[in-house]
């Protein structure tokens, strides 16, 4: 009854300081940044006519849920909506790394709070979101990629053996972001090789079965609208793209940099610490193979098409996480007073809040 009673307040005390989290971040206005992907969506909305002018409306829409749900919550609430539906993807994503973490760590009242301390300093600013190449799962701005959120909430009902939820909320994030793809079949193969390794072929078999159904969808969306069938007009389209639209994105000479080699070591270290948690391990480590294998084979080949998967993507998942065991594993080593901590995440939290609304 006791550790009943822990798992709720702990619950509780949870909920509550991801609110307080949420409380200090700042959104970016409507259309700033990757914002302008909205136009889809709005385009049809009469107050916003003039947006089928906008140069952007001409490209193939490869967003198309995405653009249709902002384009419903725009027209039956308000286009404030979208800052809502922003604040809790955010919830779901801060929420679902803390549990990833707290059933590996199991952590107790004052380490909770150390916890997040620790991630209001380091997650606030976005800075631990960020993988390599200048991409991010979440930053300031509700776009596609900021439903890749789903893939921490897939990652926390894996570790619960809530097999079907961990399938549908991966392919929730790709349903929204197609780019995910690749990803999300890294993700699936470390969860099989898991069960697999478990010898648990059942599960095995329902995660395989149940991913295939569900992402056929996207594939056939993707092939009958992006894949060009001339060999030569397809090679130039994807050299435009890598070479001259994206660099900063698709080529690995020309975003690579001190700090995505220090991602890369931070990456290293929070697998080496959670290499005895098998089921947390082994998926994980299957994805940075694979990410990093690919990675190197499209660096020496210099394919097209395997820059425009972006491999190296999935360090937007295994960033933030492995960051975080990174700080689980010294949230349980440091010792301090609960009143202490208390007070120190009071005085920072009001940092934050209130730069919010001075700058």
């Not at 952007?56 to 919550?73: A, G, S």
């Not at 299957?286 to 998967?309: C, D, E, G, P, R």
């Amino acid at each position: 009854m006791k550790n009943l009673y822990n798992h709720i307040y702990k619950n509780k005390l949870s909920i509550f300081l991801v609110l307080i989290f949420l409380a200090t971040i700042t959104q970016q206005y409507l259309f700033k940044g990757n914002h302008v992907l909205l136009i889809y969506g709005f385009k049809n909305l009469i107050s916003f006519n003039n947006l089928n002018n906008d140069w952007v409306t001409n490209f193939t829409n490869h967003v198309p849920l995405y653009t249709y749900l902002t384009f419903i919550l725009s027209k039956f609430f308000s286009i404030k909506s979208i800052y809502i539906l922003y604040y809790l993807l955010l919830f779901i994503c801060t929420f679902s790394l803390f549990k990833i973490l707290d059933q590996n760590y199991k952590f107790n009242q004052r380490e909770v709070i150390l916890w997040f301390l620790f991630f209001l300093i380091f997650f606030h600013e976005n800075s631990y979101f960020v993988g390599v190449a200048g991409q991010s799962v979440i930053n300031e701005t509700l776009q596609p990629s900021t439903f890749g959120i789903f893939f921490f909430l897939s990652i926390f009902c894996f570790l619960n053996s809530k097999i079907t939820l961990s399938v549908i909320a991966i392919c929730i994030a790709v349903y929204f972001h197609p780019t995910y793809l690749i990803h999300s079949i890294f993700f699936i193969l470390g969860y099989l090789i898991c069960k697999l390794i478990n010898k648990n072929y059942l599960s095995f078999f329902k995660i395989g079965i149940i991913y295939f159904i569900l992402i056929i969808p996207v594939v056939y969306f993707l092939y009958s609208n992006f894949i060009i069938e001339d060999p030569t007009i397809n090679f130039s389209a994807q050299k435009i793209l890598v070479e001259d639209r994206i660099p900063h994105h698709a080529k690995i000479s020309q975003w690579f940099t001190y700090k995505d080699f220090i991602s890369i070591v931070i990456i290293g270290i929070g697998l080496y610490l959670i290499r005895d948690k098998k089921s947390f391990f082994i998926p994980l480590l299957v994805v940075f193979v694979l990410s990093f294998s690919l990675t190197l084979i499209q660096y020496f080949t210099n394919n097209y098409f395997i820059a425009l998967l972006f491999p190296w993507r999935s360090s937007v998942f295994l960033m933030p996480i492995t960051s975080l065991v990174i700080i689980s594993y010294f949230v349980k080593k440091i010792n301090l007073n609960l009143k202490f901590i208390t007070i120190l995440f009071l005085v920072v939290f009001s940092v934050f809040f209130f730069k919010k609304y001075i700058y």
